[in-house]
Nanobody, 121 residues
Framework: VQLQASGGGLAQAGGSLRLSCAASGRTGVMGWFRQAPGKEREFVACIRWDAGMKYYADSVKGRFTISRDSAKVTLYLQMNSLKPEDTAVYYC??????????????????WGQGTLVTVSS
C-alpha cells in the first residue's frame, strides 16, 4: 500500500489545518503519527477502516478529528485549536489488521512521506 500525505502548512495558534492521506488500497487500520524536532515519533490518532472506531492521543483529544472516505480511500485529520506544541512532521501510516498496540509506530507496515505542520504563537 502506498500512502501520499498532504495538507501541512503554517497556522497560527488557535487556527485549523486539515491533513489528507491518499492510499493506493484499503487496509485494516490507518492512522497519523507526528515527530517534532529532537523528539520521538508519537501517536496522534487512528481509525479502524471498516468499523469506523477512532482512537486518539490524550494530547489531541477534543481538538483533532480523524475520518476516512471509503470511496476515495483517503484518510483525513482535521486539526482545530492548534497549539505551538503541535508543530511536527505528520505521517500517515497503515497496517492490515487492528492491533491493541495501535499507538505503537512499530506496528505499522506502511508509511507516507510526511507533511510539515508549523504552528506559530
Amino acid at each position: 500500500v502506498q500512502l501520499q500525505a498532504s495538507g501541512g502548512g503554517l497556522a497560527q495558534a488557535g487556527g485549523s489545518l486539515r491533513l489528507s492521506c491518499a492510499a493506493s488500497g484499503r487496509t485494516g487500520v490507518m492512522g497519523w503519527f507526528r515527530q517534532a524536532p529532537g523528539k520521538e515519533r508519537e501517536f496522534v490518532a487512528c481509525i479502524r477502516w471498516d468499523a469506523g472506531m477512532k482512537y486518539y492521543a490524550d494530547s489531541v483529544k477534543g481538538r483533532f478529528t480523524i475520518s476516512r472516505d471509503s470511496a476515495k480511500v483517503t484518510l483525513y485529520l482535521q486539526m482545530n485549536s492548534l497549539k505551538p506544541e503541535d508543530t511536527a512532521v505528520y505521517y500517515c501510516a497503515a497496517r492490515p489488521v487492528y492491533t491493541l498496540r495501535y499507538y505503537d509506530s512499530e506496528q505499522y507496515h506502511f508509511w507516507g512521506q510526511g507533511t510539515l505542520v508549523t504552528v506559530s504563537s
